[in-house]
């Protein structure tokens, strides 16, 4: 057995505990657990405290800094404050554990939250490969928690109101999207942050005294204290699935969401480090086939970080229209040869779209309340730990594509990457 992977299991199975929870009633107050603090982190702190009867209560993470700016906006001034994520998940004022750690963490701290009896909020990309997927789905089902991938798409008005289009069967049969994400920023790589998105260089503070760095690489190889690896930890494979565990889940999961097609028969991925070739391990570049033979449907995602013309873009191309979403627009456009038949029409151009969808058009609730209601509830929220896990198999087998060189195949019977 690996040792990251019997890290997994005994880490988990030493804090199983036998508590069973009920159905919550609408009065009752809510403790939660925020375990990581950093740039996504401390967005969700502030964003599960605004729900009503919800109260962090426990803030966890790895360096003084992102403690201090957590427990300095946290509104309930008597939250704990630790370094250690096992005293987070264990903590019997918790109910609701949210979890904004590097990748490399999610599995432990998801399996150990659920045997537990934790509800989870967990941050994409869901884990790094198939063996953790499944051991974190029976972990999930096993111990009957709600558990919310944060794929926010799931919670944004237009992409609710293209799922809405597609079913009403407004642009036909779809055989092909598009999916397209293109980053960059002045002078600095795509994922050069420190504690927040618009800071740059590392803090004055961060070394070995305010970071601890034990913690932080007890599930992977054991390296001297580097800075740039804790803050920028996307840029290595060690901790991550690159641009697959990140941008192109997002793009990926809200097709699924909106065309409910699954995890793909087959993927070719091409990617490799054009533009940004010192300043990380990954790909600066990646570019995925998804292949639903079965379905007659193709799935594409494009993605740079040298250059935004295009930016975040999803085409869904059916026969009879398109649509244009964005977490900002829907956009609907009848085909151009709509009106071809009829006598004297004049021909369709790809002007202006046909219908456009604002967000505030429609309420939805926020990917946040979602899990709060499934934990009252007790009904699986919007992406449960099935979606979690076609998610996961569609990260791993684009990576595996790219590690291979070739295409690879999903075996629906084994759930394994051929």
Known sequence: MQRRNFLLSSAAGAMSGPAVLAKRGNNDRIGVAVIGVGTR????????QKIPDVEVRLICDLYDGHLKRAKESCRNTKAQVTKDWQEAVSSPDVEVIVIATPDFWHA??????????????????????????????????????????GHQYNSFPSFHR??????????????LVRTYIDRTMLKWPQWKFYGTYSVHEPPADASPETIDWKRFTANTTKRPFDVE????????????????????SHSWDSVNMVLEMGIPEACYTQGNLYYWTKAQEVPDMWHVLFDYPKQRLAVTFNCNFHNRHVGELTQYLGRDGTLDVSSRFCRYYRSEWADEDKPNAARRTTGDPDYSFRPEDLTVTTHQQD?????????????????AFEEAATIFMSVESFRRGRKVRWDSTKEEVI
């Open 41 to 48: 982190g401390i967005y969700l702190l502030q964003e599960f």
């Open 108 to 149: 432990p701290m998801t399996v150990a939250a659920a045997q537990n009896r934790k509800d989870i909020y967990v941050e994409k990309g869901w884990c790094l490969n198939l063996e953790q997927a499944k051991q974190m789905r029976a972990a999930v089902r096993d111990n009957n928690v709600m558990m919310q991938l």
């Open 162 to 175: 293209a799922r809405d289009m597609y079913r009403e069967g407004k642009i036909g049969r779809v055989p």
């Open 229 to 248: 690896r804790f803050f920028n930890w996307r840029n290595w494979w060690e901790y991550s699935n690159g641009i697959a565990g990140d941008l192109m």
């Open 371 to 387: 899990l709060v209601d499934s934990v009252r509830s007790r009904r699986r929220p919007r992406c449960h730990e099935d979606r």
